[in-house]
């Protein structure tokens, strides 16, 4: 298995530009998550997925973020226009459920000048 | 509310010696469960042990195990003959049944370990 795979690994764009992270999770994993890692904040969901429906999107910031999941292998964190403040690694997880181990991908390192 | 606390931001240990991250959590739903991830300087998350709330027996994977004393709300990860590469930042996380944060893993603030030679 392949594992969690995001694209693109590292991602520098201009303030107020749109920036797309994608993921692909392992296959037959139902859950789909996205997290945000600062210094500051530490991890955080943004949002997630269930049989590709959103179940959760109380930690996404604000209107500049969307995710969307159209089917069961991949899903895409927009954000709208960017800010500096968004600079952050965003990985994204899939898991088989609760309790099962959260495979993460490796994670897209963003930064907004 | 549903939170992990890890009151270690970081330690060291001495190669081949054991050593042991602290994790308490908070949770008022009677099923959940509890995870360690590291993470190298590489930034990636590796998923290393769970214990689920019901479990009778601490989890054991290799060198890694779980002391859970669910009285206490304590999850604290053991690692035994420590190595290099054991060095990183070690996460504590939550994931419960019910509440509003079901279906998600909560994070702790991490600890940061270091293996010295």
């Known amino acids: 298995d392949a594992g969690v795979i995001q694209s693109p690994r590292h991602e520098v764009t201009e303030m107020g530009q749109e920036v797309t992270l994608r993921c692909k999770p392992i296959s037959g994993h139902d859950y789909l998550f996205w997290y945000r890692q600062t210094m500051m904040r530490g991890l955080e969901l943004l949002i997630y997925f269930n049989n590709n429906v959103p179940i959760d999107d109380s930690g996404m910031p604000e209107d500049r973020f969307s995710a969307k999941m159209p089917n069961a292998s991949f899903s895409t964190l927009k954000i709208q226009p960017s800010e500096p403040r968004d600079s952050a690694v965003y990985f994204c997880a899939s898991s088989k459920g609760q309790f099962y181990g959260y495979t993460f991908g490796s994670g897209t390192r963003l930064t907004v000048v | ?117």
């Open chain 2, 1 to 117: 509310a549903q939170k992990i606390t890890q009151t270690q931001p970081g330690m060291f240990v001495q190669e081949k010696e054991a050593v042991t991250l602290d994790c308490t959590y908070d949770t008022s739903d009677p099923s959940y469960g509890l995870f360690w991830y590291k993470q190298p300087s590489s930034g990636e998350m590796i998923f290393l042990i769970y214990q689920g709330s019901y479990d009778q027996q601490n989890a054991t994977e290799g060198r890694y195990s779980l002391n859970f004393q669910k009285a206490r709300k304590s999850a604290n990860l053991v690692i035994s003959a420590s190595q290099l590469g054991d060095s990183a930042m070690y996460f504590c996380a939550m994931s419960t049944r019910y509440g509003g944060s079901q279906g998600n893993l909560i994070f702790g603030k991490g600890t940061k370990l270091s293996v010295k030679p």
